[in-house]
């Protein structure tokens, strides 16, 4: 099996036990005896060494619409290589891709040993054979690939016929104060989905395994760095449908930037919630109004086919600026002006054309 040196580990001094280790990749911290791995089951501390185990464990690598991930105010209508690995340092209930997230959770370390390797050099040579505009890091939790996704990174700027294809991480947001600051400073992605998933701290840890707080802090610090960002909350019957908590989501989102576009998307029964209902048409509709009037300017409905909801209005004027059939651009006025600027009422409108 591959395995890289991991990145963002320390040993714990001064303890009974040697070679103790912690693990700040993510927002777990996890501290990891010898012979053992992180929550995440992927990253291993061998010898007092920190190993990660999903290194050039890329699966279902495709070439996908960004509108997709989904990013509608990134780059409309360009084409991304995405890829996951095995693993994940969430647990959700309700994971659509469990199969790869809770693979190592659910069949072992054989869900690795059966993956060829591919290594970053072989990726950056599909996106340019394929033609890909850029990467998405995405199906699993890239947080938990970071070795893979960095040398993909460093490797692509490298070469000069990807060195202009662009990076983006679909991600739960759980990432550690270290490695977003790493992230921010040495300016490796252009944008980012993150999952905004519960607004009540209690969900948060009950249906996924995580913690609000430290996703919050992420939001607002990705925000602020001016990477471009895009948040999605699947809206899960008997879990953050009510309209208090769409609400409150709203309200935490807006007071961050109501730049900020934000995602409702529709729950399918899944993996441990496949007893539920889809969520209600009606649910998904409400949610829009009500984080529309609290004045969030970008609000979508996904994983619908409800006529209109994944389309792109001038907050100002309410022109349709871009008409969107699933994943699929039907029309895109910045096609003709090239610039983010509502061609009616001259507007700024938040989009990385
Ligand atoms: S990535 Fe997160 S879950 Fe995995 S070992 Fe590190 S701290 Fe733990």
Known sequence: MATKEAMFYNIIKNTPINNLLRCRLCSHYCVIAPGKEGLCLVRKNIDGKLYSLNWAKAVS?????????PFFHFKPGTRVLSFGTPGCNFRCLNCQNWDLSQGVREHGKTA???IEDIEPKEIVKIAIEYKADGFAYTYSEPTIFFEYAYDTIVQARKNKLSAAKFHTFVSNGYFSKELLDFIIEQKLLEAIRIDLKFIEDEKYYRVCGGRLKPVLENIKKVYKSGIHLELINLVIP?????EFEIEKLAKTVYEISPEIPLHFSRFFPYYKLADREPTPLKTLEKAKKIAL???LKYVYIGNTSLEGAEDTYCPECNLLLIKRNRFFIEKNVFEKTKEPICPNCSYKINIVL
């Open 293 to 295: 009037e609290i004045g």
């Open 238 to 242: 008997k879990e953050n449908d009510q």
């Open 112 to 114: 690795l040993d059966i």
């Open 61 to 69: 690598l495709n070439i996908d619409p960004i509108e997709k991930k």
